[in-house]
């Protein structure tokens, strides 16, 4: 996933713009907080399911932001980079509060500057889901993509880069139901 750091001094405002997801690189539409826009590959907006999916749940549920509408303008709860998470998934008609109550937290892993990272762990469908998010050169390693995944991976993230977009990772993984609450285990 990617920000566009337009608008982020002089509005706090962060906006994801690109996404890489699924083997394609896809744009999106919309500017600031505000929910309206979509996701296109070649200017054609796109259907919303599988990798792309999971990809949106994964930022929606690994966030401790909110947003809400305040008249007429879009106002967030917490960090801006998690807030432009939330309003991409809702662009991809997602509702993080509907995402929330089907898939509860049951407890995170906080970002730190030494983990690079935050997990949540969610109850979902019966099944105990982790999500992260964090930097990619973390987050890639201890993914079960083969090597030329990752090397592809790490291509569109330097792409990314060269354009001046700070560049997050999400990942999910089902758990074992003996797992616990061990961090060490869960990551």
Not at 112 to 127: F, Y
Not at 141 to 149: E, G, H, K, M, S
Not at 152 to 178: F, G, K
């Amino acid at each position: 996933i990617c920000s566009d750091k337009t608008g982020t001094l002089t509005e706090n405002a962060m906006t994801v713009r690109a996404l890489y997801c699924g083997g394609r690189h896809l744009a999106v539409d919309g500017h600031g907080y505000n929910p309206d826009g979509e996701i296109r590959h070649d200017e054609t907006p796109v259907a919303i399911g599988g990798a792309l999916r999971e990809c949106l749940v994964a930022g929606s549920l690994c966030n401790d932001a909110s947003l809400a509408k305040a008249g007429h303008h879009w106002t967030i709860t917490g960090d801006p980079t998690e807030a432009a998470l939330i309003v991409l998934a809702e662009k991809g008609g997602l509702r993080h509060e509907h995402e929330a109550a089907g898939a509860p937290r049951l407890f995170e892993l906080p970002f730190s500057s030494e983990r690079k990272r935050m997990t949540s762990v969610h109850l979902a469908a019966g099944e105990r889901i982790a999500y992260v998010k964090g930097a990619t050169e973390v987050i890639l390693p201890r993914t079960t993509l083969t090597d030329d995944q990752r090397r592809t991976v790490a291509a569109a993230e330097e792409a990314m880069e060269h354009d001046a977009l700070r560049v997050l990772a999400v990942a999910r993984r089902a758990l074992p139901a003996d797992v616990g609450n061990d961090a060490d285990a869960i990551e």
